[in-house]
C-alpha cells in the first residue's frame, strides 16, 4: 500500500482524463512504481478472479436491484426488512433479520428505529433495538436511546500481560444507553451520553480446569473477582463526545472526514465482597478521510457500467491479469479510485490504582478494529489502530478493495511495545448504495500465518 501511495503523485488532470506523467517522474518514483504497475495492481486483479462468477450472476439477473427493491417497503421506501448474516470461526458465526423504519413517529422522517436479532450456531443471541430523532422540540437538538440484550455462553478474553491462555465466561448482560446533542458550529457536534448496564457473568457452561487463571505474579495483576470475572454488577457510563463529520455520503464517500472523540467517566457498583473503587475513565479517539484520485465522479454511468458489465462476463483468465496492465491502469482506473484511511485510539484508566477497573472496561481490536486477518481480540489498557483502503468501482454498487492495517496494544498510550504491533492485508469486494451498506466478502492475512474469510453485512469503518 506504501507503493501505491507513492505511484499516485504522478498523477494529473489532462482535459476530461485522468493521464500519468512519465516524464516528470524522478529516478526513485520511477523505480518504486514499476512493480506497482507491473506486479502488484495486475496479482490483486487476478486474485479477484474467484468473485467472477457470482458477479456474472447477479448482473444477468439483476439480483443487486431486485434484491433492494424487495426488502424495501412503503409509500415513500421508508421501511427496509432484511436478513443479515456474520461468517467467523467457532461458535461466532451468526444469521438475524433486521427492521429498519423511517419516520415511524414523525410525517416529515426526522426519525430513525432500528431492530436486529442476531441467533448464532450454538443458539446464543443478541438483540438491539435503538430509536433516534433529529429537530427534538422544534429545536436543532437530536437524541437516541438503545437497548441490547445478549446471550454469548463462550465468551472469551484475553490480555497478553496477565495471562496468555485467556478467560472463558458465559455473558447475559443487558444495557440501556442514550445521548442528546446539537450543532455547535459548521460541521462541528457535542452530545452527552448516559446508560445503564447490567453486567451478568457466569461461568461457562463447560467449565475447564485452564479457563480459570493461574496463581502467582499474574492473579495478583489480574485477580479475576476484583476484575468482575463470574460477578454480577452495574456499570452507569457518563460521557461527552465531540463530532465533525464532512464525509459526502455515509457508506460510499469519495471525500470529506470523520473525527469523533469520546470522553467517558464509568461508575461501578460493588462486587465479589471486595470494598473497592472499580470505577475508570475512557477516551476514545477516531478520525477518517476519503479522497477521490482523479476528477470523473466515483459513480459509474450507466453506459460504463453496461461496458463492464459485458466486460466481465466475457472475462477469462488472461483478461484478468491483463485487466490493471499499465496502460489500461493510466486510461481507466487512475481516473476513478478513493483512498480511505482511518485512525483509532482509545484509552482505559483505573479510577482507583488500588481498585482495578472491571475487564469490561479494557481496550480490544480485533477484525472490526482494525485486524481484519486475525479472527482473535486483543485486549489492554490502550490500544492504536490504522487502516489503509484503495477502492474501485467494479460494476453498480459493487467495489474493489485493497487493505492494508496495523493494530498494537499496550499498557499507556505514552508507551508502547513494538513486540505487540499486529499487521494484517487483504482484498475483497464491498456492495452499497451511497447511504445504504449492503454486504461485503473480503479476504484478510496476516504473514504467511493463513487466511480469514469476512462475509458481513457490517462495514469496515464503523
Not at 139 to 160: H, I, L, N, P
Not at 219 to 243: A, E, K, S, T
Not at 410 to 421: A, F, I, S
Not at 440 to 454: E, K, N, P
Request: charged residues 20%; aromatic residues 16%; neutral net charge.
Amino acid at each position: 500500500m506504501f507503493l501505491l501511495l507513492l505511484g499516485m503523485v504522478s498523477v494529473y488532470a489532462a482535459g476530461d482524463s485522468i493521464q500519468v506523467d512519465q516524464t516528470s517522474r524522478s529516478r526513485i518514483l520511477t523505480v518504486v512504481s514499476w512493480p506497482l504497475e507491473n506486479v502488484i495492481q495486475p496479482v490483486f486483479n487476478a486474485a479477484l478472479w474467484p468473485f467472477r462468477p457470482p458477479l456474472v450472476y447477479f448482473m444477468e439477473n439483476n439480483v443487486l436491484e431486485r434484491g433492494v427493491n424487495l426488502i424495501t417497503l412503503g409509500d415513500h421506501q421508508q421501511v427496509m426488512l432484511y436478513p443479515t448474516f456474520n461468517l467467523k470461526p467457532g461458535t461466532f458465526s451468526s444469521t438475524g433479520i433486521t427492521y429498519r423504519h423511517r419516520g415511524l413517529l414523525s410525517e416529515a422522517g426526522n426519525d430513525y428505529w432500528v431492530n436486529s436479532i442476531s441467533k448464532f450456531i450454538n443458539n446464543d443471541f443478541d438483540f438491539r433495538t435503538k430509536y433516534s430523532r433529529t429537530k427534538l422540540f422544534g429545536t436543532e437538538m437530536q437524541g437516541w436511546v438503545s437497548y441490547r440484550y445478549r446471550m454469548d455462553r463462550d465468551a472469551q478474553f484475553c490480555v497478553k500481560e496477565f495471562d496468555e491462555r485467556g478467560y472463558t465466561y458465559a455473558d447475559s448482560s443487558w444495557e440501556v444507553k442514550g445521548g442528546v446533542g446539537n450543532p455547535l458550529y459548521g460541521k462541528w457536534d457535542w452530545e452527552y451520553q448516559f446508560g445503564v448496564d447490567r453486567k451478568l457473568f457466569d461461568l461457562p457452561s463447560s467449565l475447564e480446569a485452564e479457563t480459570l487463571p493461574a496463581t502467582g505474579d499474574s492473579l495478583l495483576l489480574f485477580d479475576r473477582f476484583h476484575r468482575g470475572f463470574y460477578q454480577n454488577f452495574w456499570q452507569f457510563p457518563l460521557g461527552v463526545q465531540l463530532m465533525y463529520n464532512s464525509k459526502n455520503f455515509s457508506h460510499a464517500p469519495t471525500q470529506g472526514q470523520l473525527i469523533r472523540m469520546l470522553w467517558q467517566y464509568v461508575p461501578v457498583s460493588h462486587y465479589g465482597g471486595a470494598s473497592l473503587n472499580h470505577d475508570f475513565y475512557t477516551f476514545n479517539l477516531v478520525y477518517q478521510t476519503f479522497f477521490l484520485i482523479g476528477k470523473k465522479q466515483y459513480t459509474l454511468t450507466r453506459d460504463e457500467s453496461k461496458a463492464n458489465k459485458k466486460y466481465l462476463q466475457s472475462m477469462n483468465l488472461d483478461k484478468t491479469i491483463n485487466l490493471l496492465s499499465p496502460d489500461q491502469l493510466r486510461e481507466t482506473l487512475l481516473e476513478r479510485k478513493v483512498i480511505a484511511l482511518q485512525f483509532r485510539m482509545r484509552q482505559m484508566w483505573d479510577a482507583d490504582l488500588d481498585g482495578l477497573a472491571p475487564f469490561t472496561g479494557f481496550s480490544e481490536i480485533n477484525g472490526n478494529t482494525p485486524l481484519r486477518g486475525y479472527e482473535r481480540s486483543y485486549f489492554d489498557y490502550n490500544t492504536y489502530g490504522l487502516s489503509l483502503e484503495y477502492r474501485w468501482p467494479l460494476v453498480d454498487l459493487v467495489d474493489g478493495v485493497v487493505f492494508n492495517e496495523y493494530g498494537i496494544f499496550g499498557r499507556d498510550w505514552k508507551t508502547q511495545e513494538w513486540g505487540n504491533l499486529r499487521n494484517s492485508w487483504g482484498f475483497g469486494i464491498r456492495v452499497r448504495r451511497p447511504n445504504l451498506f449492503l454486504t461485503r466478502m473480503q479476504f484478510g492475512f496476516h504473514g504467511l500465518h493463513g487466511v480469514s474469510l469476512i462475509m458481513t453485512i457490517n462495514p469496515e469503518f464503523q
